[in-house]
């Protein structure tokens, strides 16, 4: 089905908790250190967020959701985590990735090409981005890890002229 044709194109991302054991793996090569940014596209309940807070004490950590639900469960899950994540009920489309280290996200194919361009253009240079279940078109992954059949693709944006 083409997502990006239905009348609420906004549902660009699956209900589909990532696995914990992907989400502790991708965690550990992230190039993180206390003060980075880490973005969290369609944060769902928060498990990523808790983990990068876990595994990298003191990342500046966002998480974007627009379904209500999920983000209830995303600010019970991070009770506690110091410093405070911070939860935006946003498109992930409008999140503002400009300072970003690290960038995670669980989409359907027919939102790459889009979020591909907006992470190119906004993005610091050298930025770690981890696309959870599918590839990013026009990118190559610099690792692929896996969980069962669930593939997390881990990419960096290219250095700019």
Request: net charge negative.
């Amino acid at each position: 089905e083409d997502f990006s044709n239905r009348a609420d194109a906004g549902l660009v991302a699956p209900v589909s908790p990532s696995p914990p054991e992907l989400v502790r793996a991708v965690a550990e090569v992230l190039p993180l250190a206390a003060g980075d940014v880490a973005v969290d596209l369609g944060c769902g309940d928060g498990r990523w967020l808790v983990e990068l807070s876990r595994r990298w004490p003191g990342c500046v950590l966002h998480g974007y959701e627009m379904d209500a639900g999920l983000l209830d469960r995303a600010r019970q899950a991070l009770e506690g985590v110091e410093p405070a994540a911070q939860l935006h009920s946003s498109d992930l489309f409008e999140a503002d990735v400009s300072s970003a280290r690290a960038v995670v996200f669980y989409l359907f194919p027919q939102a790459m090409e889009r979020l591909r361009i907006k992470l190119e253009a906004e993005c610091r240079a050298d930025a770690a981005v981890v696309s959870v279940g599918f590839r990013v078109p026009g990118w190559e992954a610099v690792q692929v890890l896996e969980h069962g059949k669930l593939r997390a693709y881990c990419y960096r944006i290219p250095l700019r002229a």
